[in-house]
């Protein structure tokens, strides 16, 4: 469990980082995103999504999106919890992050 939150942290970091660091990254497969995962609610404010056979890694992407196009914030992944049938439910908060 440690180990996906550093991760997601890591992740998370990196996107927020300054543009003329251009980080190489390879494209989600949004399909493979889309047929392991269920939104299972959603508001400006936070999404959470039920996963199955995939990583939150590969979810944290779809987040962002998410959260950017609620007024510029960002997602920060808030609880990680599992779920009947091996799945897990990932929440992610859609904050306001200010610069420096």
């Not at 497969?29 to 936070?46: C, E, F, G, M, Q």
């Not at 196009?69 to 897990?88: C, D, F, W």
Request: charged content about 20%.
């Amino acid at each position: 469990m440690k180990k996906y939150l550093f991760i997601i942290c890591v992740f998370l970091a990196s996107c927020s980082s300054n543009q003329r660091d251009i980080a190489i990254w390879e494209e989600p497969d949004y399909n493979r995103i889309a047929a392991n995962t269920i939104v299972i609610s959603k508001s400006p404010l936070y999404v959470t999504y039920e996963y199955k056979n995939i990583g939150v890694e590969e979810i944290a992407p779809v987040a962002a999106l998410y959260c950017q196009e609620r007024g510029g914030k960002q997602a920060v992944l808030y609880e990680i919890t599992m779920h009947r049938n091996n799945s897990r439910r990932a929440t992610f908060a859609c904050q306001k992050v200010s610069e420096f």
